[in-house]
Nanobody, 124 residues
Framework: VQLQASGGGLVQAGGSLRLACATS????????MGWFRQAPGKEREFVAAMSWYYENPAYADFVKGRFTISRDDAKNTVYLQMNSLKPDDTAAYYC??????????????????WGQGTQVTVSS
């Protein structure tokens, strides 16, 4: 299973970026999809996830109201729209695919396929 993440870059505080994670049609239709991030010296943390049963998204408290997870069925791609970015959002962002569940998991252990990561750097 291959997950291809893209869209990272350097942005000033207050700016926006949209991350994309493309995968195969089989993976896309059979998986919950999530975004996680890891900053240098810190543990990986949950950002957002979406269940394929009812599309009920889940968000980490620190991104609510700023980030939005969405999907494009025609492109087999999940997106993470990030607005009002802060320097604390600087991290490598990873997309992940896991078994379909009614409630998308916030635990990385529930996801068994991971993309290569895309770097997001927010300058102050």
């Amino acid at each position: 299973v291959q997950l291809q993440a893209s869209g990272g870059g350097l942005v000033q505080a207050g700016g926006s970026l949209r991350l994309a994670c493309a995968t195969s049609a089989d993976t896309f239709s059979s998986s919950n999809m999530g975004w996680f991030r890891q900053a240098p010296g810190k543990e990986r943390e949950f950002v957002a996830a979406m269940s394929w049963y009812y599309e009920n998204p889940a968000y980490a408290d620190f991104v609510k109201g700023r980030f939005t997870i969405s999907r494009d069925d025609a492109k087999n791609t999940v997106y993470l729209q990030m607005n009002s970015l802060k320097p604390d959002d600087t991290a490598a962002y990873y997309c992940a695919a896991g078994p379909r569940r009614l409630i998308p998991s916030k635990s990385g252990e529930e996801y068994d396929n991971w993309g290569q990561g895309t770097q997001v750097t927010v300058s102050s």
